[in-house]
């Protein structure tokens, strides 16, 4: 078993990668399954990573 296996230079997704996809997302008019995928991906990246919050901000950029 290989334990605390790391690429160099992985971090975590942050606010700033969040934000992007967000705006990706409503430029792109993406649907349901495509940002319920794009949200479990975010989770395993982010362990505090809040689905509440990422759907707000989108909802919050359509309706602009």
């Known amino acids: 078993y290989i334990i605390g296996?790391?690429?160099e230079g992985?971090?975590?997704m942050t606010r700033k990668h969040f934000e992007?996809?967000?705006?990706i997302i409503v430029?792109?008019?993406?649907?349901?399954?495509?940002?319920?995928?794009?949200m479990?991906?975010?989770?395993?990246?982010n362990s505090r990573?809040?689905?509440a919050t990422?759907?707000?901000r989108?909802?919050?950029?359509?309706?602009q």
């Open 58 to 63: 989108i909802n919050k950029l359509r309706n």
């Open 20 to 23: 992007d996809l967000v705006a």
């Open 49 to 51: 990573f809040d689905k």
């Open 27 to 38: 430029d792109n008019n993406l649907d349901e399954i495509a940002i319920q995928d794009i």
């Open 5 to 7: 296996l790391t690429i």
């Open 54 to 56: 990422f759907m707000d």
């Open 40 to 45: 479990r991906f975010c989770k395993r990246h």
């Open 10 to 12: 992985a971090t975590n």
